[in-house]
């Protein structure tokens, strides 16, 4: 998911998928089909041999049905849907798509925060606990390390950042001296 390139087109397909499981509070098993064609799609030779001309919709069902065996019958028409429409190749795009959305009905909201070393645990759920209580969402926390920071974080929470580098907070300093505001 995470280097998959994301389509227009994808969303579409995500909204759809998540109207559909609204209706029926379906959204674990559409996340479970839509990971499994994301599986069957994120290789252009997979998606080719899926849409070859010799791909009767029976062998197609059945490698469906090996990869996501507990596959519902709506789940596996959209599968035949974006076969019958050449357009297999989006499975990336509209698993990220739906993953993000479903994480909107969830209330949740995933961030990434990048230090020089690595977090412990309290340290991890304690960025996540603040950043909880400013979004009034949980917040997911995946944590990164980047050893060109100096110190301090740089956390991105959706399309937002936040830099409280040492390396940003020297450079403001280094502003302010130059500018006599100290």
Known sequence: MAGSARDVAGRRYALAVVELAR????????ATA???????TQQSSFV????????????????????VPTIRPSELNLFRLLRRKG?????????SF?????????GIERAVVRTAVPLDDAQRDAIAAQLSAASGKQVLLEGE????????????????????????RLRALRQQLAQGAI
């Open 87 to 95: 357009r297999l190749a989006l499975g990336p795009s509209i698993n």
């Open 23 to 30: 209706t029926d509070n379906s959204f674990e098993s559409w």
């Open 145 to 168: 390390v980047d050893p060109s920071l100096l110190g301090g974080a740089v956390v991105r929470v959706g399309d937002r950042l936040l830099d409280g580098s040492t390396r940003t």
């Open 48 to 67: 080719n041999m899926l849409q070859a001309d010799g791909m009767t919709d029976e062998k197609f069902a059945a490698i469906v049905r090996q990869v």
């Open 34 to 40: 839509l990971d499994g064609l994301e599986s069957l």
């Open 98 to 106: 739906y993953l993000e959305l479903w994480d909107v009905e969830r």
